[in-house]
């Protein structure tokens, strides 16, 4: 049995979608974007990736009457002391690029030799907006950056993101190697199992 039917995505991200869509499939959950109900994006003023993700998905539960699945997620640098973190997508202003977004981090970084990061997810889930439970599951992947891009896959930082492993950046890595070892995958995973003990 699954543990509900249907759930909102708090997200107006399409790359998102398909992929929580396919980390669902098994529990046969249909997957609504909030654009489709007419919910527009929340604001995200917290200093936290979890404060952001539980907002995001209270506002959607709340205004679609669904359970809701919203993910907060980005790239901290070590020697900025956590910088983009919350404020990846938003790195260099409005409106958002990730290009500017790059330059802006490897600008900050001129002259410092300490190029470790990681990326980290948090995902939270609400069965309802007035849940006093949310599930919550979060994922982390270690890298370093570099100042030159490699790769023309993937999306936001992963030209400059070097995975720690492999050798390859973000943007190089086929998909499904990727998701193995990013930070959204890891919380996509231990999000799934959760739901599967619920099921």
């Known amino acids: ?29 249909d997957v609504i974007p909030q654009a489709a ?3 527009p ?10 404060e952001n993700a539980l907002a995001k998905a209270r506002h959607a539960s709340r205004l679609g009457r669904l359970p809701a699945l919203a993910d907060d997620s980005g790239v901290c640098v070590a020697a900025l002391r956590g910088a983009p973190g919350v404020q990846s997508a938003r790195y260099a ?12 981090l490897i600008a900050d970084l001129a002259g410092i030799a300490d190029r470790r990061a990681h990326y980290y997810c948090v995902l939270a889930l609400m069965r309802h907006a007035d849940d006093p439970e949310p599930i919550l599951a979060e994922g982390r992947w270690d890298g370093t950056i570099l100042d030159t ?24 890595l086929p998909l499904a190697q990727k998701n193995e070892r990013s930070h959204r995958g890891k919380a996509m995973r231990a999000l799934l199992a959760r739901l599967e003990t619920e099921s």
């Open 93 to 104: 202003g409005e409106p958002r690029s990730d290009r500017r977004n790059n330059d802006k």
């Open 41 to 50: 994006e929340a604001d995200e003023p917290h200093a936290t990736f979890v």
């Open 149 to 172: 891009p490699r790769g023309a896959a993937g999306f936001g930082y992963d030209p400059h993101f070097l995975d720690a492993e492999s050798g390859l950046t973000g943007a190089e």
């Open 1 to 29: 049995m699954k543990p509900f039917p249907r759930l909102v995505l708090a997200s107006a991200n399409e790359g998102k979608l398909r992929e929580f869509r396919r980390l669902l499939t098994p529990l046969d959950i």
């Open 37 to 39: 109900l007419g919910i």
